[in-house]
């Protein structure tokens, strides 16, 4: 049996969506499951000439025969649900959980009308959070009880734990960063749920006992959108400058932008018990290694930037993002097997 379960490591948009692509092709997931909060995340995908911006289904649709799920711990709204399917052409493999919680036009109404949601906390105005309050009341409407999505529903633990007994892999896809969970981000500038590798295998009804490896996904610097504290933030004048400057996926807001976090880091690898760590958009740090996909083509101060990351965090940095499109990466792991 082979179970992975991907997170952030910093504030979200660490650039998740490239290595679960990534990881979903290379080790030939048979499921690709989405944990997570709901349609806030925003996961981009570059894949065959093709850029893909997904808040709902899972990244990993680009392994193209493998099963695309979305666990009940994960909010649903069914236009997004709907239109994802159709831009990415999944098809049947696609399947929701039948007690995903539905998020409907009054969550999104109150989420974008509240001046401490929408205005002090910078929420991503999707409904996330009063969906998932709903929910906490035992109100909320859930996948089962939705007519239009009676083709997509599964119950997703079964699927997921049969597989795993198998011996075949699933990749367990989780959103947002460590620091905007509910219970070990910056509260209350954080989101509506707990974002960790261990909340991502409940969101998907995986216990703890069948998780073989945890990656946590850290970009070449901080970002981060809406309210709460960034350590080391710079001007947008000097993150433009470093090639740092960024824009939301979902909202498209500026994002913040600070250096590499270590101390962050450190304790973020702490929390989601991570076994390996990813690095994203080295390029932007290191412009000549763009499109890398050997450690060799790594400058002396890239490596020397790894190295301090490895005695930080005390577990090795197996994959290094190089580019956009989903297979611009140094991956180690093969390095080390071959
Ligand atoms: P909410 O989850 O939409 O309520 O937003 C709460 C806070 O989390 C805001 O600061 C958002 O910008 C942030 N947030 C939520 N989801 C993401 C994400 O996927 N990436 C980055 N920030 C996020
Ligand atoms: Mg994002």
Not at 17 to 26: C, E, F, P, Q, T
Request: hydrophobic content about 35%; some cysteine.
């Amino acid at each position: 049996m082979t179970c992975h379960v991907l997170i952030g490591g910093f504030f979200g948009d660490e650039g998740k969506g490239k290595i679960v692509s990534y990881l979903a092709i290379k080790d030939k997931a048979s499921i690709v499951v989405r944990a997570g909060v709901g349609t806030n995340a925003g996961h981009t995908v570059e894949y065959k000439g093709k850029t893909y911006k997904l808040r709902q289904i899972p990244s990993g649709f680009v392994q193209e025969n493998a099963k695309i799920l979305i666990g009940p711990g994960v909010l649903v709204n069914p236009d997004v649900l709907r239109k994802e399917a159709e831009e990415t052409g999944v098809g049947k493999r696609l399947k929701i959980d039948r007690q995903c919680a539905i998020i409907e036009e009054k969550h999104i109404e109150e989420d974008r009308s509240s001046s401490f949601l929408k205005g002090k906390i910078g929420s991503t105005g999707t409904g996330c959070g009063p969906c998932n309050a709903e929910r906490a009341m035992r109100k909320v409407k859930l996948a089962k009880d939705i007519p239009e999505l009676a083709e997509y529903i599964t119950d997703v633990p079964l699927e997921v734990n049969t597989a795993i007994d198998e011996g075949k892999h699933v990749l367990i896809e989780g959103t947002q960063g460590t620091f905007l969970s509910l219970y070990h981000g910056t509260y209350p500038f954080v989101t509506s749920k707990d974002t960790t590798a261990s909340q991502a295998c409940a969101d998907v009804g995986v216990g703890p006992t069948k998780v073989d490896e945890v990656f946590i996904v850290f970009k070449s610097f901080t970002t981060r959108v809406g309210g709460g504290e960034l350590p080391g933030e710079l001007t947008e004048e000097e993150a433009k400058r470093r090639g740092w400057f960024e824009t939301a996926t979902v909202t498209g807001r500026k994002r913040r932008a600070a250096p590499f976090n270590f101390e962050l880091a450190k304790r973020a690898v702490m929390i989601n018990g991570a076994t390996q760590a990813a690095i994203t958009k080295f390029d932007i740090l290191f412009p000549e290694c763009k499109g890398a996909r050997s450690i060799d083509k790594l400058p002396e101060e890239g490596l020397s930037f790894i190295k301090r990351v490895e005695e930080t965090i005390k577990i090795p940095v197996s994959l290094i993002g190089t580019g956009p499109g989903a297979l611009d990466i140094i991956d180690l792991r093969s390095e080390k097997e071959d």
